[in-house]
């Protein structure tokens, strides 16, 4: 009986020291230390956003033509009221120096005819006073009062027609006018269709045709950017919003919803969105913006700081995680009851405590109870 013992004691060691040296090794792992700190819930555009200009005008010509001048070039800055384009106009200007010179004449005309009407009422008002003394004959009183009228009457018609050529010259000046192509606005020239000699026709009704001059006032910037429709019930304006741009790369930029469209666009039938407008608050000063980069924006509906977080990227199905034991050298799954949430954090309401550490990368292969240790 007591070698049947001890043979079987022997043979447990066996076994142990055989389970021992042939158990799997432990896997190497990377961990995360949970900790506080801010987590937001976001809204983020559904595809690429567009940084656009508040006000882009493509100016045409009024009026057919043949280029005279281009008074600009692409990427000129330019104030309000300046003169982009000029079209050959010699013919108005010409009517216009007509007009000039016949106005000067009825003006002469009428000062000339105006003087001789004041000086006929003087007569009248003598012949009327000599009349009344019985100095003077009332066929000769008449005769004055009748010729004050008729020099009055040459005065107005003198005057009208004065101003007859003060209208004419203000119409040719609406059609010098109409040759210059001015910015109706200060900003950017981007674009210039038309050289020197061209002829060019302003745009039929229904028919787009390239603008003349492409101008963007560049000193007012937003980003448009398409979010899910699943996502507009929860946006508002005026939420803040954090911008991205590919053209500057790990650098962010504060903003406000500032539009949010009243009605879905169907562009893809399988992924409606609506448009978001977002201000640059306030616009960078640090960084040239162009318009047409391309922009993210992330809208941050809810946000809590100073709470527990973990890496979105961690959690398993059901809102578990894998945390390491050290006196085991284990992973052990544990159950999370979690707040907000993005891409990036999750917040950690209940099963962690702060500087507990976690499995942060699930593509090792370890799970629930196995044996790990931690990459150096």
């Known amino acids: ?30 961990l ?20 656009r200009a508040c006000r882009r005008s493509r100016l045409s010509m009024p009026q057919g033509g043949r280029v005279e001048r281009l008074l600009v070039d692409e990427g000129d800055h330019v104030e309000q009221g300046q003169a982009l384009l000029e079209l050959w106009n010699r013919d108005i200007k010409a009517r216009m120096d007509e007009v000039a010179a016949t106005l000067k004449a009825r003006e002469i005309h009428a000062s000339a005819l105006c003087d001789t009407a004041a000086l006929a009422q003087r007569e009248a008002r003598r012949t009327e006073s000599l009349a009344r003394e019985r100095l003077a004959s009332d066929e000769l009183l008449d005769q ?28 040719h000046q609406v ?10 606005f200060a900003g950017v020239v981007a674009e210039i269709n038309g050289e020197v000699g061209e002829y060019v026709t302003p745009s039929p009704p229904g028919v787009p045709t390239p603008p003349a001059v492409d101008l963007i006032d ?46 879905v666009s169907e562009l893809e039938k399988q992924a409606r969105t609506v ?24 809208v941050i509906i809810q946000q809590h700081a100073d709470v527990l977080r973990v890496p979105t990227e961690t959690l398993l ?40 550490r976690i499995l942060l990368s699930l593509d090792s292969g370890a799970g629930d109870g196995a044996r790990v240790v931690p990459a150096s």
């Open 32 to 51: 995360t230390t949970v900790e506080t700190g801010v987590v937001e819930q976001l809204a983020a555009n559904s595809r690429a956003g567009t940084v």
């Open 275 to 298: 448009d978001v407008d977002v201000r640059f608050t306030p616009p960078p000063t640090d960084a040239h913006l162009l318009v047409g980069y391309s922009a993210d924006i992330e």
């Open 144 to 171: 004055r009062q009748t010729e004050s009228r008729r020099a009055a009457l040459a005065c107005e018609e003198a005057q009208a027609l004065t101003e007859q050529a003060e209208a004419t010259l203000r119409l």
């Open 175 to 184: 059609l010098l006018d109409e040759t210059l192509l001015k910015a109706p």
């Open 218 to 263: 560049d000193s007012c910037l937003y980003v448009r950017a398409p979010i899910d429709e699943v996502e507009a019930a929860r946006l508002a304006v005026d939420q803040p919003v954090r911008i991205t741009l590919d053209a500057f790369r790990g650098q962010s930029f504060a903003g406000e919803v500032s539009r949010i469209a009243p009605f």
């Open 317 to 356: 199905q059901n809102n578990r995680v894998l945390r390491y034991d050290d006196d085991s050298g284990t992973l052990q799954a544990v159950q999370l009851k979690t707040g907000l949430g993005n891409w990036t954090w999750t917040e950690v309401v209940e099963g962690l405590e702060a500087g507990d």
């Open 1 to 30: 009986m007591k070698k049947l013992l001890t043979f079987l004691l022997l043979l447990i060691l066996a076994g142990m020291a055989f389970y021992w040296f042939n158990r799997p090794k432990p896997i190497e792992v990377s």
